[in-house]
């Protein structure tokens, strides 16, 4: 995940840079020095009282400045800029509902103080207030409308697609938003900047580096856009660019961790976890309170093989960008869960909970009444599981339950390592009815054309694309660079003996009607109308190739034969250089060699293909 600004470790709050807080610390020595002699010269004055204190603050002298923000709101209890300065101390001390209350009585008293709204809107923030958040930064704009700073601050809160998730016209609401602020300032670099991110937000590249070009005429040494840059690179897979350009933003700016984490994301995706663990090691150590470091760092680290201090930063992505963890009942701890209703949660993708769904039987037989609530479109074939006593949708409300626990903390509670992995499969199963259903409508279709009676057609799934999303930026690009055209598998056309199977859904799927010339290609897709309709079809192939998308989960959790066409900046949880997975005994990874070489892939895996086909003998095993 990339990381877009730095936050306070004890509010969350983003911080001014290195050059900005020493130009705050010189502003505010005068300050205190100015407001000392005011005091002296008029002791009753509340405002000077108040304007010592923030310059104390601002030097981190948060103790005397408490007490000379005390003298400020004796002499006048309300004083909003008073109030709103005893608030931000009390959110440095993590105290945000004291915070909260101070600056809500700060407004109360002054609701035309577009500061108060404004500091409002950052403690919102904090604390994941958002609908709090975005109507104070309303409120501020509409007091202030020609203040470029305050349209920047609700532009870039409505164009976050972690906060306003699903919501499109939010979003290009906010990318009008920020125009205008840049409108008012064109050479901004703060707008510009965010304009910029939100373009990245909304996957518009081009128009990210072309705001990226603007911003470096008017600052070179910007080494936010250097930052920026380096994640589009990534995005785009551009691997190489990207670590160019990140190691240009940590020379300018060594002390800000955003720069180190995404290098860092750059050479992961480079296949150097090692070296993007170290980085995002410094990342963690610049920003102690940050969690894209440390999220980030988790992944390099699961690359590696190091599950047991992987799983343990996996936590970190609960304290990211909207995340949140089930609170209608107590997260499972790992203590003894017989006799208690626990509830797994779906909290990722599809393929995400067909890998962790195993954990569900592991539970059921400590004892513990294991219920799940998963994607509507897994709901019958989870429960078909033993060992699953009830089923849920995750777009329905929670039922009751003792605990519950998201599926990927599963892995940490019960301490998997690489060795103690429950690779036993199959772990998921398809209804008899449906099998038999498939099998008939198969009949028949695996007897070679033109060949003697007896000699067998390998019946092959096929996935060549895995779903697009809109509105979530990592996942989109990730799709770009897994999926391939059909076309691009002409190559398997060319091995005989097999009928192929699509088992692709979404828009790709319309490509069945076009297979590449020779590739006898069966699409009753719009028949399949959830994965326990795709499990029972799956039972009766003989092998499933896929991309990395959920199906080659289903096919790895049925006990199927499967190869997965892998991208080059692979998932972590495939292991670095491993053409098998400890996760899945029957799964082989066919590797990218060289990032978007897709050719090569499918040329290694039809020259497989072609020894599997061309030495199956009637009755064989398939793969």
């Known amino acids: 995940m990339p990381a877009n600004h730095r936050a306070d470790s004890k509010t969350g709050i983003p911080v001014p840079s290195t050059d900005e807080r020493r130009a705050d610390e010189r502003w505010a020595l005068s300050l205190v020095r100015r407001h000392r002699r005011a005091i002296v010269q008029a002791p009753d004055r509340a405002a000077g009282y108040m304007n010592l204190g923030e310059g104390l603050r601002t030097l981190g002298q948060d103790g005397a400045a408490a007490a000379v923000n005390a003298r400020a709101l004796t002499l006048r209890p309300d004083y909003p800029k008073a109030l709103c300065a005893r608030s931000v101390l009390f959110a ?126 008017i600052d070179p040494q910007s080494a936010n856009a250097y930052a920026m840059r380096s994640v589009v690179a990534t995005m785009l897979g551009d691997f190489d660019a990207a670590i160019a350009h990140g190691r240009c933003a940590v020379l300018l700016a060594p002390g800000e961790a955003t720069p180190w ?100 039987p592991l539970l059921a037989a400590r004892g513990a009444r294991v219920e799940a609530q998963v994607q509507p479109s ?34 940490r509670l019960f301490g998997t390592t690489l060795d103690t992995i429950p690779a036993a499969t199959p772990y998921l199963r398809a209804a008899p009815a449906d099998e038999a259903r498939w099998r008939e409508r198969l009949a028949g279709e695996h007897r070679t054309k033109g060949h003697p009676a007896g000699q067998r057609r390998l019946k092959v799934g096929l996935v060549w694309a895995g779903d697009s999303h809109a509105a979530h930026l990592s996942a989109n690009a990730v799709d770009g660079r897994r999926s391939v055209p059909l076309a691009a598998l002409a190559p ?13 859904k979404g828009a790709p799927a319309a490509q069945a009607g076009t297979p590449p010339p020779g590739m006898d290609l069966i699409d009753w897709m719009d028949e399949v109308t959830d994965f326990a309709d795709t499990a029972a079809l799956i039972t009766q192939l003989d092998l499933v190739i896929s991309v990395d998308t959920s199906v080659c989960h289903l096919a790895g959790g049925l006990g199927k034969p499967v190869w997965v066409l892998s991208r080059f900046d692979a998932c972590w949880r495939w292991l670095i250089g491993r053409d098998d997975t400890p996760w899945y005994p029957t799964m082989r990874l066919f590797r990218q060699e060289r990032p978007g070489d897709w050719e090569a892939v499918i040329a290694r895996l039809a020259a497989r293909l072609r020894i599997v086909a061309d030495h199956r003998l009637p009755g064989a095993p398939a793969v």
């Open 378 to 411: 897994l709901v019958r074939l989870v429960s078909l599981m033993p060992g699953v006593s009830a089923v849920h949708r995750s777009d329905e409300p929670p039922p009751p339950c003792d605990a519950v626990i998201p599926l990927l903390s599963l892995p």
């Open 492 to 504: 398997l056309a060319s091995v005989s003996g097999i009928v192929w199977i699509s088992l692709q």
């Open 92 to 217: 440095g001390q993590r105290c945000p509902r004291a915070a909260l209350r101070l600056a809500l009585r700060a407004l109360a008293v002054d609701p035309a103080f577009p500061a108060g709204w404004d500091w409002l809107a950052r403690l919102a923030g904090a604390e994941s207030l958002d609908e709090v958040r975005l109507r104070a930064m309303l409120r501020s704009v509409r007091l202030t409308p020609a203040r470029p700073e305050a349209l920047v601050a609700f532009g870039t809160a409505l164009t976050d697609g972690d906060r306003v998730r699903g919501d499109a016209r939010a979003r290009e609401e906010g990318v009008g938003i920020l125009q205008r602020a840049l409108a008012l300032d064109p050479a901004s670099p703060e707008a510009i900047g965010a304009l910029a991110g939100a373009a990245f937000r909304l996957s518009r590249f081009p128009e990210v580096l072309r705001l990226i070009r603007r911003l470096h005429r």
């Open 261 to 360: 984490i995404n290098l860092a994301l750059g050479l992961h995706a480079l296949q150097h976890p090692e070296i993007a663990a170290h980085y995002n090691r410094r990342a963690a150590r610049l920003d102690p309170g940050g969690a894209v470091g440390r999220f980030n760092l988790s992944l390099n680290l699961l690359a590696m093989g190091d599950l047991a201090r992987g799983w343990r930063l996996y936590e970190a992505r609960w304290r990211m960008g909207g995340a949140r963890t089930p609170d209608h009942a107590p997260l499972w701890d790992g203590t003894d869960p017989a006799g208690r209703r626990i509830l797994l949660t779906a909290e990722q993708g599809q393929g995400d909970t067909l890998h962790f769904i195993r954990y569900a």
